[in-house]
């Protein structure tokens, strides 16, 4: 009698355990799940290749700035050289005489009016 309900309740304990493990897998595999799981991801490889190319930015502003210098005394070049004044020039000219809006205008902005 013993070994019976010893194996019924192996039988039960085994149904149960797979039924739960079954039960998780369809909860896995439901598009939400799998939607997220890959939004997941998503955002997970977007952080590690922006960590990459900041690196790599700081690598090449790093790598340049040594060149230069050994250019710049290569070449006799002074670290600061002085830079020319700026120029002025008006891009445009600001003639108030010609106002670009009307006021008391009876044609109206709103797009849906029309629809």
Known sequence: MFRRTFWFSTGVAAGVWATTK?????????????????????????QRLKHRAVGFALDVR????????????????????ELPAPRRHAAIENDRSNPKYVENTTYSYNRNEDH
């Open 22 to 46: 079954v039960n998780r897998k369809l909860k896995q595999l439901t598009p939400e799940s799998l939607a997220a799981s890959a939004a997941n991801k998503a955002l997970e490889t977007g």
């Open 62 to 81: 790093d790598n340049m700035a040594q060149r230069e210098a050994e250019l710049g005394d290569a070449l006799g070049i002074a670290a600061d050289p």
